[in-house]
Nanobody, 123 residues
Framework: QVQLVESGGGLVQAGGSLRLSCAASGRTFSSYTMGWFRQAPGKEREFVAT????????FYADSVKGRFTISRDNAKNTVYLQMNSLKPEDTAVYYC????????????????WGQGTQVTVSS
């Protein structure tokens, strides 16, 4: 069982930056693939980024590649999402998730979810 709590969301102007954090409970955090997803109003939840259990491999959605960076600190049971050059279309609730599968972008492969944190980018 893993419990996930996101933080770091807020209101930012276009072109600005935010860093999201996701703190996990449990002693097996380092064994999970971690991912970030987002859901805008009226839209389906979509993949943003994923990172392997060791942190050595990452994968991004095309829409955020080059602007967002996912990382993790297994000693702190925390995964991060650094978001730069933010655009109004990045506005969404951002969720972190944990998967027992190998690195994956598929929503249904993730077993545990946080409650989400709101990111709003103004133009």
């Amino acid at each position: 069982q893993v419990q996930l709590v996101e933080s770091g969301g807020g209101l930012v102007q276009a072109g600005g930056s935010l860093r999201l954090s996701c703190a996990a409970s449990g002693r097996t955090f380092s064994s999970y693939t971690m991912g970030w997803f987002r859901q805008a109003p009226g839209k389906e939840r979509e993949f943003v980024a994923t990172i392997s259990w060791s942190g050595s491999s990452t994968f991004y959605a095309d829409s955020v590649k080059g602007r967002f960076t996912i990382s993790r600190d297994n000693a702190k049971n925390t995964v991060y999402l650094q978001m730069n050059s933010l655009k109004p279309e990045d506005t969404a609730v951002y969720y972190c998730a944990a998967s027992v599968a190998t690195m994956t972008e598929k929503l249904h492969d993730y077993n545990y979810w946080g409650q989400g944190t709101q990111v709003t980018v103004s133009s």
